[in-house]
């Protein structure tokens, strides 16, 4: 969203026409006005522009309207600072709730006529204060608890402020992203910023669950539905009631499951596994996925339909390596965390580390990022933690040198291969499973690149 720092709106849920008392805008040094009639037109102008600034008239018979207009706007207008227009200065007080009123939503207040120049420096100032509270809200935003998002790159503050917006609207939301950029963490925020904060929120992984379980742990089952059923039990959407669902790995999603859960959407009710009755489940929808959907609806194995229904709100997690400026906020980020908790004196990376994590693709996003500075605090042998801790030894440094694509082949293999050993504890059979080759394969893999059969090797 491009915002407007140079106009204004004015606002005026009346019959229109009293911006006279505004005077000729030329005496107001550049600043352009754009008129909203109703709330809608103030809203669509304040969204759709990012206009920072409303200017209300205050009369003093009109003041609960116009606070209740604010009041209306607040979510989409968090930023906005307004500035009234009072016909005297003895109305700006002449009751308690003109003056509540100016002290709660009003940045500043003009008396009529007024005068030009002092509007325009008002007008000034107010978009430096409209920056400073968004400012403050990205902070805390930044600023991580147990469940925050940690971020301060621009595309971490644009998703920020996405995730605000949905938090604001009930619509069905979908978060795309690769795996570990955050989608989950991302549909929490919105459900704990929404006004749904209250109630559940519950999510399901639909790539986990066996096809078969789908159904019933989608919508629950009555008594006796199938054998082995002894008891009613509620399914996730169910138990997500007044609350919100989370539906992970959307694109996991058998075809048949598909049309169950757009009959859902749509009617806003449910059949349990083996019941008759349609029940009224008041839920808040987001789905999220790291494959694209658009390609599976060409391939005809993501239902259109659905994915029209889901996607009325698009939220999308970008990649590590698109917001390296992340990258070192996450890693001490989690570094405070972790080595709190290890009762390690260590003190932080080496240069190089940051070097090495900055220049690193992070394949596997912020979940490998967690993975690595976790497994670093533990190699570590001395106070700062080196790339060869993170298991970046070999990262080149991005634009510092080059090398040959046989090298860089070499260096990727040989990295994958001990990142899969030290994952599998040094099980030849099991880390030979997750690379995709035989045993014999790893075998003579590791000798070609002298890695060796233990643990020492990780430190060596
Ligand atoms: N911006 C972030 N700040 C802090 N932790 C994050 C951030 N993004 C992801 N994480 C953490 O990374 C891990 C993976 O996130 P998750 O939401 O499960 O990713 P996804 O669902 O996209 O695979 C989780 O432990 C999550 O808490
Ligand atoms: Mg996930």
């Not at 008239?57 to 906005?80: H, Y």
């Not at 006004?195 to 006796?224: H, M, N």
């Not at 030979?432 to 045993?439: E, F, I, N, P, Q």
């Amino acid at each position: 969203m491009a915002i407007d720092q140079r106009t204004f709106l004015y606002l005026d849920p009346g019959s229109g026409g009293s911006t006279k008392e505004l005077g000729p805008l030329e005496h107001l040094g550049g600043w352009r006005m754009h008129v909203a009639h109703s709330v809608e037109e103030a809203r669509e102008a304040i969204e759709g522009q990012g206009l920072r600034i409303g200017v209300v008239n205050l009369e003093p018979g009109a003041v609960d309207a116009v606070s209740d207009t604010i009041g209306e706007l607040s979510r989409s207008a968090r930023f906005v600072q307004w500035i009234g227009l009072v016909p005297s200065p003895e109305a700006a007080f002449s009751s308690s709730t003109f003056a509540r009123v100016i002290a709660e939503h009003f940045f500043d207040y003009h008396t009529l006529p007024i005068d030009g120049q002092r509007f325009a420096v008002s007008l000034g100032h107010a978009v430096g204060m409209s920056r400073a509270v968004e400012r403050a809200a990205d902070q805390k935003w930044a600023a991580a608890g147990e469940e925050e998002m940690v971020g301060t790159s621009p595309l971490m503050l644009e998703l920020f402020r996405t995730l605000r917006k949905v938090a604001g609207s009930d619509a069905p939301a979908f978060i795309f992203g690769e795996s570990g950029t955050g989608k989950e963490l991302a549909a929490r925020a919105i459900h704990e910023r929404s006004s749904r904060r209250q109630g559940p929120f519950v999510a399901v992984d639909c790539g986990a669950i066996p096809a078969t379980l789908i159904q019933s742990e989608l919508f629950g089952y009555e008594k006796g539905a199938f054998t082995g059923a002894s008891h009613r039990k509620i399914g996730r959407i169910e138990a997500a009631a007044g609350g919100t669902v989370f539906l992970d790995e959307i694109g996991d999603l058998p075809l048949e499951l598909q049309a169950n859960l757009l009959r859902f959407l749509q009617e806003s009710t449910i059949q349990r596994v083996g019941g008759t009755e349609q029940i009224p489940v008041e839920v808040r929808v987001i789905a999220a996925t790291h494959k694209d959907l658009d390609e599976a609806v060409r391939q005809g194995t993501f239902r259109q339909d659905l994915l029209f229904r889901l996607c009325v709100l698009r939220v999308a997690t970008p990649p590590l390596r698109d917001r390296v400026e992340d990258v070192e906020v996450l890693a001490k980020y989690f570094f405070e965390q972790f080595a709190r908790d290890s009762g390690r004196p260590l003190t932080g990376f080496t240069s190089q580390a940051l070097d090495a994590m900055r220049a690193y693709e992070w394949p596997g996003n912020v979940r490998e990022l967690i993975n690595r500075v976790r497994r670093a605090i533990v190699m570590c042998e001395g106070k700062m933690i080196t790339p060869r801790d993170l298991d970046l030894g070999s990262v080149l440094v991005r634009g510092s040198r080059t090398i040959s694509l046989d090298d860089a082949r070499s260096q990727a293999e040989r990295q994958t291969i001990e990142m899969a050993l030290r994952t599998a504890s040094f099980n030849m059979s099991r880390a030979a499973k997750t690379l995709g080759v035989s045993r014999v394969t790893l075998y003579r893999l590791m000798e070609k690149h002298r890695i060796a059969h233990s643990v020492t090797s990780a430190s060596s």
